[in-house]
């Protein structure tokens, strides 16, 4: 089990799949870690991929589980959401936004390029308070059960290396070169303060 004394957050569109996958794998190895979402409205798919089912924020699991049950139990069955919604029940009752939470990270992992630019520019925005740095990283994660799972190892082996590092301001870059080695795809990275 790792030390709980990086604090984390990982983000993603509606904190349904990436982030509470990563979630759920971070606090099972012992991490202090929160998900998000950034946008206005929770977004599920729907009966067409034109007509997603929208909520919002504060509906929490459960009640999304038990909207789409009634509404096409083998449809959400079928396409994983009802598991997913499952999942995310069992680690907290309902989506977050991140543009609402006023808590520091020391690293912020966001699940896509849109989520990432939403959330650096948000903590630009605000007034900085204490000057404490978030370095806030981006690994694009395909929306599917499989890619959240493997995001979420590759975000929790990352999470492993700063733990273990003396200094995490000094070795960061090195770690994300050898992670984008390791996993084959490119980070961004920025650092922002509080």
């Known amino acids: 089990m790792l030390s709980s004394s990086l604090w984390v957050a990982v983000v993603c569109v509606s904190n349904i799949n990436g982030s509470m996958e990563a979630h759920s794998i971070l606090r099972r190895k012992g991490l202090s870690v929160r998900s998000f979402g950034t946008e206005s409205h929770v977004r599920l798919p729907g009966p067409r991929p034109s007509s997603p089912v929208v909520y919002d924020f504060a509906t929490t699991y459960k009640e999304m589980y038990n909207d789409l049950l009634r509404k096409d139990r083998e449809r959400y069955t079928h396409n994983g959401i009802l598991h997913i919604l499952g999942r995310n029940e069992r680690i907290k009752p309902s989506p977050e936004r991140f543009q609402e939470c006023t808590d520091f990270f020391d690293v912020i992992f966001t699940c896509e390029e849109s989520v990432y630019d939403t959330v650096v520019e948000d903590l630009c925005s605000r007034e900085q308070q204490t000057l404490q740095p978030v370095h806030v990283i981006n ?22 290396c700063l733990q273990q590092s003396d200094d995490m301001e000094d070795s960061l870059e090195e770690l994300l070169l050898q992670m984008e080695e390791k996993a084959r795809r490119s980070f961004l990275h920025t650092i922002c303060f509080y």
Request: proline share 0%; hydrophobic share 45%; glycine share 4%.
């Open 139 to 160: 690994m694009d994660i395909e929306d599917s059960l499989e890619s959240a799972t493997l995001g979420a190892f590759l975000i929790c082996d990352l999470c492993q």
